[in-house]
């Protein structure tokens, strides 16, 4: 029977204390993505405006709702730290499978931190188009499709992260895996359904739409157990982790 390998005591400390850490920010993803889905209610973004509604149509939205959307924005400001801490967390344990060259790692960090950025940036558009419902309605739709789009075309990088985590999973050479193999093809099935988001841009109605079925509805609640998922396999792995280290 091979034996454990030894671990100096300062080192055991210290991946004990870096799993123990993995497991409060996994919980704080699933917080942060739970809360993210009341941000929405709370805004009425559940559903948007539609894409080929009126600018005037637009600006009375914002108008007639600008304390529930300044709430609803503030929070799901908030809640996208929940993105940051769940890709930190996973490449650090995705680091355990490639060792000392890790390329999907590498890949998955870049593609976690411009995601990140995609989630943040249209919350602060759709909060620019709420700070003043008097402007001109024409500039507020622009404000609004800003938003949409940019929170659902950028497809790639979502795409990229996903593939970037199942062939790491897939390569994992060791007899206990750091996470379990069919979370590879969770990936890839959460990327197939992220890519028909692309169609957005030649719709203003129907199912590829902004508000439609696939760049809205299906990535929104693919989005949601996507990280729920992956919010709880980290955990399993960082707790694994700290039971062998």
């Not at 402007?135 to 075309?153: C, G, K, Y």
């Not at 992220?194 to 929104?220: E, Q």
């Amino acid at each position: 029977m091979p034996r454990t390998p030894w671990v100096p005591p300062t080192q055991a400390r210290s991946l004990s204390l870096s799993s123990r850490t993995q497991v409060v920010c996994a919980w704080t993803s699933i917080v942060c993505i739970l809360l993210s889905g009341l941000a929405f209610v709370i805004a009425d973004f559940i559903p948007p405006p539609k894409a080929d509604a009126s600018a005037q149509d637009i600006a009375d939205f914002y108008a007639n709702h600008t304390g529930r959307i300044r709430a609803g924005l503030l929070l799901m400001f908030i809640s996208w730290a929940g993105w940051g801490t769940l890709v930190a967390c996973i490449a650090t344990q995705m680091q355990r499978i490639e060792g000392v060259r890790p390329i999907m790692t590498n890949i998955l960090m870049l593609s976690g931190g411009a995601a990140w950025m995609f989630v943040l940036l249209p919350t602060i558009v759709l909060t620019v188009a709420a700070y003043r419902p008097e402007r001109s309605p024409e500039i507020t739709q622009t404000l609004h499709d800003l938003d949409w789009i940019s929170a659902f075309f950028p497809f790639l990088v979502f795409a990229m992260f996903a593939t970037a985590m199942a062939v790491a999973i897939f390569q994992d050479p060791g007899p206990n895996p750091v996470f379990p193999r069919w979370l590879a093809y969770v990936n890839i099935w959460a990327e197939a359904l992220f890519i028909p988001a692309a169609a957005l841009i030649f719709f203003h109605s129907g199912v590829f739409s902004y508000h439609g079925m696939f760049p809205f509805w299906i990535p929104l609640l693919v989005f949601g157990g996507w990280v729920l998922l992956l919010a709880w396999a980290v955990r399993q792995a960082a707790l694994n982790e700290m039971r062998t280290s």
